[in-house]
């Protein structure tokens, strides 16, 4: 059937599986059968990035296990995980000054989101256009804030305007840590929403 609307959900720090969203998909159309929608009319896409980072930080914690007898590891493990995945998201390549090229994690996170929106555009939307609705969890919402803002300052004129994030209806996040990463700057200048390419009936 045809859908009515997109729903993009990507998931935050900590341990994370290709399957983290499908609970939260699975109480979504629950409570739409509740309310006499239909479930099917909802296009689903998941941006799973945690085997991006999970490999460096597990051989760190390997190795330093193995020097030392240290104890606490499950809060060893739970502060890696936060604050490796904050500072290798955004860490600047050796030599370079600050507010210099994005590393390589940077670009294959946001790939993993260009990728995800491809597979709704071109898989269950059929090349058809629809209000997004992002649900972000953490330090998700960060990292789609940022592709965002990317999309907007630099658009790709290769994408359609469904993938460039113009059909952007709805920003929804959980646990959103987004202040944490504004202090190091002089203004803060969010990111334009509604967009300003998003059609007109899907305005408030």
């Known amino acids: ?28 159309s629950k409570q739409l059968q509740t309310v006499g929608r239909d479930p099917e009319a909802v296009a689903w896409q998941s941006v799973y990035w945690d085997d991006i980072l999970r490999p460096a930080q597990e051989a760190y914690l390997q190795a330093a296990y193995a020097e030392a007898d240290l104890n606490a590891h499950g809060l060893r493990t739970l502060l890696l995980n936060a ?4 500072a290798g998201y955004r860490q600047l390549p050796s030599g ?29 939307l059929q090349n058809r256009p629809a209000p997004l609705v992002a649900l972000a969890h953490s330090f998700g919402g960060h990292i789609l804030s940022n592709y965002i803002w990317d999309r907007q300052q630099r658009p790709d004129k290769r994408l359609s305007s469904f993938e460039r994030m113009n ?33 007109a009936r899907l305005k408030p």
Request: glycine share 10%; charged share 20%.
């Open 1 to 28: 059937m045809k859908k009515e609307l997109a729903c993009l959900v990507i998931h935050g720090i900590g341990r994370q599986e290709p399957d983290f969203a499908n609970d939260l998909i699975a109480g979504v």
């Open 167 to 199: 059909w952007l209806s709805g920003f929804i996040t959980f646990g959103c840590n987004i202040p944490l990463f504004t202090f190091a700057c002089t203004e803060v200048v969010p990111i334009r929403f509604p967009p300003p390419r998003l059609p």
């Open 83 to 86: 604050l490796g995945d904050a």
């Open 96 to 124: 370079r000054s600050r507010g210099g090229e994005e590393t390589l994690t940077y670009r294959r996170i946001h790939e993993r989101v260009e990728d995800a929106l491809g597979i709704l555009y071109h898989g269950p």
